[in-house]
């Protein structure tokens, strides 16, 4: 059973920054991929940024220099988001891949969504 906890979404002036926290548990699980996904609206949902539990990182191109995506060791992942334009207004959903310990079946798993609003 996996439980996703987001946090960090809010309302800030373009230029501004903000940070998205999410943490993933559930017993007996290893979470390999975690990442961000956005969707804007009238959008379809977009990859922000992954990392793998080797710290292998992967930008959309909208996000490189700007958002830098980490991990720590109990499986919260972090989104810093510097320089923030109006664009980058969406809902933000953290993700996971998934997978039972001693088991090859991968899971995929999202989260609740966390507002972010970038006024001009």
């Known amino acids: 059973h996996v439980q996703l906890a987001e946090s960090g979404g809010g309302l800030v002036r373009a230029g501004g920054s903000l940070r998205l926290s999410c943490a993933a548990s559930g017993s007996g699980l290893r979470f390999n991929v975690m990442g961000w996904y956005r969707q804007a609206p009238g959008k379809w949902r977009e990859l922000v940024a992954t990392i793998t539990s080797g710290g292998t990182t992967n930008y959309a191109d909208s996000a490189k220099g700007r958002f830098t995506i980490s991990r720590d060791a109990k499986n919260t992942v972090y989104l810093q988001m510097n320089s923030l334009k109006p664009e980058d207004t969406a809902v933000y959903y953290c993700?996971?891949?998934?997978?039972?310990?001693?088991?090859?079946?991968?899971?995929?798993?999202g989260g609740q969504g966390t507002q972010v609003t970038v006024s001009s």
């Open positions: 993700n996971v891949k998934f997978r039972r310990v001693g088991e090859l079946v991968e899971f995929d798993y």
